[in-house]
């Protein structure tokens, strides 16, 4: 005990002194600086050896700045992209530091004077950040007078709907109204350090009982005494005070210091009844929504709930994208290929009405391609990979031959998942998880990793914090992961808190109890058939909504609920989610079927959005006008490319030994997604599968930029391509042509025709077409699908 306590002061000592450690450089080097500028022209002597040793310590000290930067990033609860910023910042500025002491000591003083401004830059740029860090974002704006005569403006009762204007006491629905305001302050700025997992200073605020005992320090709350209350004199304290609370980060708002000091002045109430969760939780049980009346030319049921939507939100429909747009856009989205120039221009001179519809249909019906393209997203969804940790040791196995078939086959979607929870042996893999070599942390055993890849995947709801210590960002406890990783377990596994043992054991128990009760004595293939059967019941409307948002995000760009894994987040639609999820049960749980729903809608059909920040996607106040604009899959890419110019993988790079018997004589070529991972398809956003991945970055960035650049694979597919393509068309013209018809599915514009055949010449080289073919894959036609 006592040796922890020394190790707490030890921390807090080193967190006090980092700080200063920090601004030493910062001041130093500044002066030196300064010195400089007075002595540019003079070279006094006098100026020359302060510079000198300012630099010296400067440098030193950032050294060690930078250090216990380091030191303290392990122990303490930062976290975050700032987290970052500083920690690179302070690393660059550092390096600099040193760079300038050497410029100066070789006496390359024009050098060395550029490097002592860039290096003063730097040093406040790493002070800006952890200014950030240690005083919040606002850590200027908030010390301005404007701000301060905000903050400390009166508190006005009537803006909080559970006040009581007539002075009388507050109602049940008052209080709990009030309860939860409460509760929702202290959880998202206080649980961190003070809450069940971690109580510094011995203080709790996550119960009535432990907000009234306090801390070692004493009572933090007297009731109706707000301004006796030590919480509220923290909470209310200057940024950088000692007892200023929260100790990190943002500061309460003015809104939320009045919450709490209402609270307290009505007497700290709290429900006698149950209490309200402070998290959204979705619904569990199915619901059929009724249907939005049809107007002229919407029958399509996506698009009468989404008019509703727009009409609320006024956002105007769009046209239809074009013939050639939509052809290139479904049968990416459907099989994941280029559609043949042949097949766009037949479509694009087809009359019939219904031609999307058509088409729509045929692609959902060329099962083999529809299998080799929808394998990818389900490899990741399910961890499923050909190559990697633990198949060498016999740790893990894949579900490749199953996988495949199943989605030949259309498997329904119930069976599916009941395959996968209670496995056979082709399909076993999934739930057996890995099993990883060594000491590891007791939240990775096979039992709790098939415990959260099962909530994950099928539920959307993330367990991996409740694996470890009870979440803070849900209602789900630390005994809830384990009673449902016991259900995967042959015996009972102890709680482990943080990878500290308890010695307490937690039971077997589905997550859901009210789709039904795990036998708790029974054999584990016999729990597992019946967390099959609860988890696929028509009654569990969080597992068909979870499936339906999935397959919407991968065809619009983003779900109705985002993102994907928190279905407890409010979708932008709840009618239309349901009443997808409903419509897929009653239509015999057909994944095609719901796929044919979206794909032929006008919804679908409207031009794509474009995003400049993803954080647009998951902001609460997103609002829906349409398909979010997507960069390629890797596999999408490396397969456009097989198909416009040259196949990227031999047909040797297919893992057979993996797929079915059959797939010889079903591929085309060597699709990307029976290949194992490489360079090429990692730095194009290819995930491990060491863990579940349900979405993937569609931003573009350096390493792909890189590979793109100077990539061998990709360069050498298209270098042996432009030897083939130079014997079939030695004339510019026709090549050019038949480039951008493959390439972008149409003809080139004649600027585009005059350029390239200025580019090749009228007998274009084997350089010459391999510019060209590199231009148009780099050609946001080629790689965003519109």
């Not at 709290?270 to 309200?276: T, V």
């Not at 698009?303 to 769009?318: I, P, S």
């Not at 449902?484 to 709680?495: H, K, R, S």
């Not at 393509?725 to 599915?745: D, F, I, N």
Request: hydrophobic share 40%; proline share 5%.
């Amino acid at each position: 005990m006592q040796e922890a306590i020394q190790d707490f002061w030890l921390w807090q000592f080193l967190g006090r002194l980092h700080p200063l450690i920090v601004h030493f450089p910062v001041g130093l080097l500044c002066v030196a600086l300064l010195l400089e500028v007075l002595d540019w022209r003079n070279h006094s002597k006098n100026f020359r050896a302060g510079t000198t040793a300012l630099v010296w310590i400067g440098a030193v000290s950032s050294v060690v700045a930078v250090a216990f930067g380091l030191l303290l990033a392990n122990v303490e609860d930062y976290g975050g992209e700032a987290v970052e910023f500083h920690q690179w910042a302070g690393i660059a500025t550092m390096s600099l530091a040193l760079l300038t002491l050497w410029l100066l000591r070789s006496g390359r003083m024009g050098a060395f004077r550029s490097s002592l401004i860039i290096t003063v830059v730097g040093v406040s740029v790493a002070g800006h950040y952890g200014a950030m860090l240690t005083h919040g974002d606002d850590y200027l704006t908030s010390v301005l007078p404007y701000s301060q005569e905000t903050r400390d403006s009166g508190f006005d009762a009537t803006q909080f709907s559970f006040a009581s204007n007539s002075g009388q006491p507050l109602t049940e629905t008052q209080v709990a109204e009030l309860n939860l305001e409460v509760r929702s302050i202290l959880a998202h700025n206080c649980y961190s350090c003070h809450g069940a997992t971690k109580s510094k200073g011995d203080l709790r605020l996550d119960k009535r009982e432990f907000i009234e005992k306090g801390g070692e320090n004493g009572i933090v709350v007297v009731a109706r005494q707000p301004e006796k209350s030590e919480m509220i004199r923290r909470v209310k304290l200057p940024f950088g005070h000692d007892d200023a609370m929260p100790g990190k980060g943002k500061r309460l708002t003015e809104k939320e210091v009045a919450t709490l000091e209402f609270w307290i002045k009505q007497g700290t109430p709290w429900p006698s009844g149950e209490e309200k969760s402070i998290f959204r939780v979705a619904p569990l049980a199915p619901r059929n929504p009724t249907l939005p009346p049809a107007i002229a030319g919407m029958k399509n049921p996506v698009d009468r709930f989404v008019n509703v939507y727009f009409e609320k939100n006024k956002v105007a429909w769009q046209e239809p994208v074009s013939d050639r747009l939509y052809i290139r856009r479904v049968f990416l989205d459907v099989i994941g290929l280029l559609p043949p120039p042949r097949k766009v221009v037949d479509f694009m001179a087809d009359e019939r009405p219904d031609k999307r519809e058509i088409l729509v249909r045929e692609l959902l019906n060329r099962n083999e391609d529809y299998a080799q393209h929808w394998l990818t997203f389900w490899n990741d969804a399910l961890r499923n990979d050909y190559s990697g940790t633990g198949y060498i040791t016999g740790g893990r196995s894949d579900i490749t031959k199953w996988l495949y078939n199943s989605l030949k086959t259309n498997k329904p979607y119930n069976w599916f998942v009941r395959e996968l929870v209670s496995p056979n042996e082709e399909s076993a893999g999934f739930v057996n998880g890995i099993k990883w070599r060594g000491t590891i942390n007791s939240s990775q055993r096979v039992e709790m990793q098939a415990a959260q890849n099962v909530a994950q995947v099928f539920l959307g709801l993330n367990l991996k914090c409740a694996s470890c210590h009870d979440s803070f960002v849900s209602d789900w406890k630390l005994a809830d992961a384990y009673a449902f990783a016991n259900v995967f377990a042959d015996t009972l596994l102890e709680i482990n808190r943080c990878d500290q043992p308890t010695g307490k054991m937690a039971g077997r128990g589905f997550l859901f109890k009210e789709l039904g009760e795990i036998s708790v004595d029974a054999s584990t293939e016999q729990r597992l058939r019946e967390l099959a059967d609860f988890l696929t019941q028509p009654k569990d409307g969080r597992l068909y909504r979870t499936l339906v948002n999935r397959i919407w995000a991968q065809l619009m760009g983003r779900g109705i609920v985002e993102p994907v894994d928190v279905m407890d987040n409010l979708p932008w639609s709840q009618d239309l989610l349901d009443w997808l999820a409903y419509d897929f049960v009653q239509n015999g749980y057909d994944i095609k079927k719901l796929m044919f729903t979206i794909l032929t809608s006008k919804t679908y059909q409207m031009p794509s959005m474009g995003v400049k920040e993803p954080d647009v996607l998951t902001a609460p106040n997103y609002v829906f006008q349409g398909m979010v604009r997507r960069r390629l899959t890797a596999e999408q890419f490396a397969d456009a490319v097989s198909v416009a110019f040259n196949p990227v993988y031999p047909d040797s790079a297919v893992v057979f030994k993996r797929m079915p018997e059959t797939i010889a004589q079903e591929i085309p070529f060597a699709r990307a997604s029976l290949v194992k991972n490489d360079p090429f398809l990692t730095a194009l956003g290819r995930p491990n599968r060491e863990t579940v991945s349900t979405s993937r970055s569609t931003q573009a960035n350096l390493l792909q930029a890189l590979e793109l650049t100077n990539g061998e694979k990709f360069n050498s597919s298209i270098e042996k391509g432009a030897v083939k393509w130079k014997t079939k068309y030695p004339q510019s013209e026709a090549l050019v042509k038949a480039l951008y018809r493959r390439g972008l599915g149409r003809d080139p514009l004649s600027r585009e025709l005059a350029v390239a055949e200025e580019m090749l010449g009228k007998n274009p080289s084997v350089e010459g077409i391999e510019d060209l073919a590199w231009a148009i894959v780099l050609h946001p036609e080629f790689q965003l699908i519109f």
